[in-house]
Every structure is written in C-alpha cells, then in structure tokens.
C-alpha cells in the first residue's frame, strides 16, 4: 500500500454498490486518476461534496495493486456559480465530459488541469464569451493532446496569409485563396489569426483576444468540428449543451 496527496479535479463521477462513488480526477502530477470512494453517497459522508463533480481537492489517496482508494479529501473549490447558469453548467459537463475521454491516462495532467480549471473559473465569473471559451478550450485540448492544426501557412504554397483562407477541419490543414476556392470552410484572416492564438499563445495569454460577432459564431463551429473529427467521439454532454441554446 502506497499513501500519497494529490490535488485533483472530479471531472467524472460512477457510482457503485450502494454508496462507493468511483470518480475520475485530473491531477497535475499523476495525471488522471480513477479512484474509489467508499459511502460517499451516504448522507452523512465527509466525501460527499469532494467526490461531486467539478470538486477540486486536496486528495489523501490509497493506492492498493492498481487501485485507488480515496481516504480523505480538503475541498478548495466547488465552481458553484456554475450552477446561475443553465448554459454554463451544461458548458462545463461537456468539458469535463470531453477531458475524460480525452486526456490520456499516462503522464502528467498539468496542462489540462489549467486548461481545465481556467475554463470553469471563467464560466463561473460569466465575463467572456462561451463561444469563445468553448472554442479555445476544444483546439487548445486538442493540441495539448497530440492533435495539433497545421495553421502556420498555406499547406501547398506555404503563403503565411491571404484574406480569406480554407480550413479543412478533417485534416487540420490550411490552404489560402490562390490555392483553393472551394476546399474545406472559408475563414477570415481575423478568425484563422484567432485560431493561431489558441494553438500558439503562451497560457497566461490563452484567453486573451477579441473576435467580433458573427465571426465567435464561425469559430466556434470551426473548433467544434475540428475536435469531434480528431477525437472521433461522440459527446451527449455536447447535444444537451447544444439543445439548451438553441443551436
Ligand atoms: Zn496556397
């Protein structure tokens, strides 16, 4: 038996027997963890708020073999102004949803998690744009998990930008306007740029850029579309966000 802390968020939550919860948590050391709570569904369980999902926690964890028993938990954050919003709740299901099936298990979790946390602080606050987070949280998942766009230049001539260019969202590749007029979606130069930013920019500047209206809406569809190709899932988390704004 190895005895270890870890600081985690609950990005999904099973539950077993009468009151075990099993939950998966991103950590910045360990990666994601799936580890089992015992009667945190009992009505007088300490665990109960810090195995819910979005809990971040300071986790005191058990590992027996291969697996991993919750045994006490500090509760640093409950993101519970998720919960004004219908939309940004469904938003941050589908965010968690999507961090689980895609982050992969082995190494570590840092960059999701901030990825992660950053995204739902955001959501809970109610300051930006959800098309905006939406789509910078799906491109930039994407590459944090080895699905990087070639956004750099135009894939046939290397032209760095014109325009108007073609993204082909099912390849990742770029082409500007002398080498294609009809391959793939035609983005504004303003909305391949924002693109660019999300793929490149620093992480302390990740969140920091404007795209006027109707372009949130194009970007938001591009990086949508980008995702589901590349992680080749299907999301319900997503079709419920979808259905409650009416899109
Ligand atoms: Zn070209």
Do not use: W
Request: a neutral charge; proline letters at 3%.
């Amino acid at each position: 038996m190895e005895k270890f802390n870890a600081d985690g968020l609950v990005i999904r939550v099973q539950t077993t027997g009468e009151t075990t919860r099993i939950i998966t948590i991103l950590t910045a050391e360990h990666g994601v963890l799936r580890a089992f709570a015992k009667g945190a569904r009992g009505p007088k369980s300490k665990l109960q708020s810090a195995t819910s999902l979005f809990a971040y926690c300071r986790y005191s964890l058990v590992k027996s073999k291969e697996t991993y028993i919750v045994s006490e938990a500090d509760i640093k954050e409950v993101f519970f102004d998720l919960r004004n919003s219908l939309e940004a709740l469904a938003l941050a299901q589908y965010f968690c949803d999507a961090a689980a099936r895609t982050i992969p298990e082995d190494g570590t979790g840092d960059e999701f998690l901030r990825l992660l946390l950053n995204s739902l602080h955001f959501l809970c606050k109610d300051n930006k744009d959800r098309r905006q987070l939406k789509a910078v949280f799906e491109l930039r998942l994407a590459v944090l998990s080895g699905y990087m766009p070639a956004l750099v230049a135009c894939d046939n001539c290397g032209t760095f930008e014109s325009d108007v260019m073609y993204f082909d969202p099912f390849r990742g590749k770029l082409l500007c306007d002398n080498c294609t007029q009809t391959e793939g979606i035609a983005l504004p130069l303003s909305v391949i740029s924002a693109m660019r930013h999300i793929v490149f920019a620093p992480f302390d500047r990740l969140f920091s850029f404007t795209l006027s209206e109707p372009l949130l809406n194009t970007l938001e569809q591009c990086a949508e579309t980008y995702f589901l190709s590349v992680t080749q899932q299907k999301y319900k988390t997503l079709d419920y966000y979808r259905s409650i704004c009416n899109l």
